[in-house]
């Protein structure tokens, strides 16, 4: 049996009595043990703590940095989707071009045969009236003393009718295709300029523009007849307008008629060459003649509700070669 004992006096500083504590060895030895383990312990957990302190502030860098990150992603993914978009507006604007102006293809016909196109002895909804029952110009002038006598409306001086998965990888590859794309589309829109500057004369008449102002409310193709209630090709592009809304010449051209139609109403029509021609239905006025000269952005007609019309409507046609093309292929300024 170990018998070795330690003694500790115990002293104050005041005149009281000095204490003494007798400890066995065995119970020395386990306070000096339990006192070096708490001591590492201590100093462990202070060690920890510590390191836990540093990779605190680490994570909040590190934190602070991935919002600003993404925020900067955001950012360029923004810009990129924009620029996608403007790369496709521009594709699509640069084939319309193309197929207009017959700048890919000898045949222009077959180029602008885009669409549902009637097969033979298909229905066709359209509304012409034989041209031998057709009223003249001059017995419309009887009748209605507005169909040619009035001037265009003047928009200025208020003479219209009341109108009413993502990451940076992916990011990396969008940018790669969209630098690929601007190249691409540069160079074509380059070869397309060359090609536009010598065939002018074939530009200045080809119609590109919307007709009128308004929304669209029938678009080409088949569709449900409201007269018949049959299925037939819709062969032109109905926008809804306020009526006395002006009509504008889609291209440079002549005046071939200017009169009623049991169908369309007061009806414009214009041959612009190469083959291509526009009608203009359902107008309230018509302020040109047959024979006349017109410039893209004239004033022909005025929207109206005439013929066989189920409200206040243009109906607008483009043919070539006297067939109906899809009018939403010559309408670049949307």
Known sequence: MDKKKITLFVVTNDAGPTRKVVLSGAWAKGVLFLSGVLLLAFVAGVV????????????????????????????????????????????????????????????????????????????????????????????????????????????????????????????????????????????????????????????????????ARGWFTSRFGYRVSPFTGRSALHAGLDIAAAPGSPVMAPADGIVTFAGYDEGYGKMVSIDHGYGVTTRFGHCAQVYVQVGQKVSRYDVVASVGNTGRSTGPHLHYEVRVNGVPRNPALYILDE
Do not use: C, H
């Open 48 to 211: 920890d703590y510590g390191g836990l302190l540093v990779q605190s502030v680490e994570n909040k860098r590190l934190r602070a940095e991935n919002a600003q990150l993404l925020k900067q992603f955001q950012v360029v993914e923004g810009k990129l989707s924009a620029l996608e978009g403007s790369l496709e507006r521009v594709r699509t604007f640069t084939t319309k071009l193309k197929l207009i102006t017959n700048i890919d293809s000898e045949d222009r016909s077959l180029n602008l045969a885009m669409g549902p196109n009637p097969a033979p002895n298909e229905v066709v909804q359209e509304m012409d009236q034989p041209m031998d029952e057709r009223e003249s110009m001059e017995e419309l002038e009887k009748q209605d003393v507005d169909f040619v006598a009035k001037k265009p409306l003047d928009e200025s001086r208020g003479e219209l009718a009341l109108q009413t998965g993502k990451d940076f990888q992916t990011l990396a590859i969008r940018i790669d295709k969209a630098l690929r794309e601007s190249n691409l589309r540069e160079q074509s829109v380059l070869d397309l300029w060359e090609a536009l500057s010598e065939r002018q004369s074939l530009l200045t008449s080809t119609p590109n523009i919307r007709p």
